[in-house]
């Protein structure tokens, strides 16, 4: 591994800040990680080494009193094969689009290209980023870095492990579901899921919803930090996108402040969780007891959250995906058929209750935050799992109904439109990462970035990567 890797995304923007290396160096030094570990773990199956040196090259140098916030000043980047590059192979990981090279870059590409970040590559990701098992039928599987017997997780999964590895120092991600915390605690680095509207998203045919968000990933809390002020911001073609706030991301962690009065949640009380990852959790949300705050066993009232999710995500798919059914259902995988279809048989009435019910969940998290800072919980049911598994379908003999429905501990939290992360929190016997879930209050991502900054200083497991892929 070479030393420029190894290092975190923030000293190398330091070192370019003082032009003591190149954005052209930091390709070069990139693509030989690539060489090293991409046969290991299949995270970045498309490059874009000569754009990405082209763009270095035309790069306009900024003194750090005029740069922008968040500016990256060439730093590299990966970027999720469901979010479009002009010019560049997009995938969206289906045989469906295996030769699409769009025309325009989506939104949140143009404005960290517009700050400074030059994308070398796309991130695999299972098809249309549906499930939570980084597979699909153009690239094949990404492999976990820790064992790459098991799955690093999804749908940002191959953002994931090319952290993991020190392939870039940042990477983008997307979250439904929990496609940015699941991968990240899978791979033991960091997925902050900012609030609907933080991160600009578009072009895109329903550009009002809101349960899919953009949003960063990065090997350290600081890092996600750091490119979500590259990343946030109003922009006029997203109607739901505002201002970024008076103070940089950056600034929470430099100066965190740490919570008050924390709940933590073995299994928000609605999922089975296995026993590891639950004595795991436990231990770390006791770390922010060494922090100074009040840590009790609570948790928001989710008893409905699955109908609702699995609800207003069926009807999602058949809005959005009904005419791939229409016109190319043999090249869609099983799960993804099986969602658009549930979508389209729902009534009316369906889609109202979920819609009503979810406003009601959100009264009841209003009413949680009124008497906690923060909720912790883990990020996912189980470890790390064969990769050759498509997903969990049991846990402590409790099984699930579909192919999303382990994501519980994730999607339940995506319908309170408040900000998530998921942190690094340690390690099962079988030295499998396991991460920690941290909720926020509405539109509170300054809060989240203390106390995840806090937490990860405490839980000391940054330095764990970038690693070389364990091949077993």
């Not at 009193?65 to 469901?82: E, N, Q, T, W």
Request: proline share 8%.
């Amino acid at each position: 591994m070479n030393d420029l890797t190894r290092l975190s995304a923030r000293e190398v923007l330091k070192l370019l800040i003082r032009r003591e290396v190149s954005a052209l160096e930091l390709i070069d030094a990139a693509l030989q990680r690539i060489e090293e570990t991409d046969g290991s773990i299949n995270a970045l199956p498309t490059l874009c080494i000569e754009r990405a040196r082209e763009h270095a090259k035309g790069l306009i140098t900024k003194k750090a009193s005029d740069a922008p916030r968040g500016y990256l000043y060439g730093l590299p980047i990966a970027v999720k094969d469901l979010t479009d590059v002009a010019g560049v192979r997009t995938t969206m990981g289906s045989p469906i689009y295996a030769d699409n090279i769009p025309a325009r870059s989506s939104y949140s590409v143009d404005i960290l290209e517009a700050k400074g970040a030059i994308v070398i590559a796309k991130s695999n990701t299972p098809e249309f980023g549906a499930g939570a098992n980084t597979f699909n039928e153009v690239f094949g599987k990404t492999l976990n870095p820790w064992d790459t017997r098991t799955t690093c997780g999804g749908s940002s999964g191959g953002s994931a492990a090319a952290l993991a590895t020190g392939q870039v120092w940042l990477a983008t991600g997307s979250d439904l579901g929990g496609s940015l915390r699941i991968p990240a605690s899978y791979c033991s680095v960091v997925g902050l899921r900012p609030s609907p509207g933080r991160v600009p998203q578009g072009p895109k045919d329903f550009p009002f919803w809101t349960l899919s968000v953009e949003g960063p990933m990065g090997r350290t809390v600081g890092d996600a930090a750091l490119m979500l002020d590259a990343e946030s911001g109003f922009h006029p073609e997203d109607p739901i996108s505002y201002p970024p706030p008076m103070k940089p991301y950056v600034d929470s962690v430099d100066h965190p402040t740490p919570p008050g009065r924390v709940a933590f949640s073995p299994d928000l009380g609605i999922a089975p969780v296995d026993p590891e990852v639950k004595s795991i959790c436990a231990r770390a949300a006791r770390l922010f007891e060494i922090l100074g705050a009040t840590v009790e066993e609570a948790t928001i009232d989710l008893h409905d959250a699955e109908e609702i999710f699995q609800t207003l995500r069926a009807a999602q798919f058949a809005a959005s995906m009904a005419p791939l059914l229409k016109d190319h259902r043999e090249q869609l995988k099983p799960e993804i058929v099986w969602n658009i279809e549930k979508g389209l048989n729902l009534t009316s009435e369906q889609i109202s209750n979920a819609e009503r019910a979810r406003g009601v969940l959100f009264q009841r998290t209003i009413e949680f935050f009124s008497q906690y800072d923060l909720l912790l919980c883990p990020t996912v049911v189980v470890p790390p799992f064969d990769v050759d598994v498509r997903y969990v379908t049991e846990v402590d003999d409790v099984i699930f109904e579909s192919y999303v429905s382990w994501l519980i501990l994730t999607f339940a939290l995506t319908l309170t439109a408040c900000p998530s992360i998921s942190v690094p929190c340690g390690f099962t016997q079988d030295g499998l990462p396991v991460g920690l879930q941290i909720l926020a209050p509405p539109r509170g991502e300054a809060q989240l970035i203390s106390a995840a900054a806090l937490f990860e200083e405490a839980a000391n497991l940054a330095d764990r990567v970038p690693l070389d892929p364990r091949v077993r």
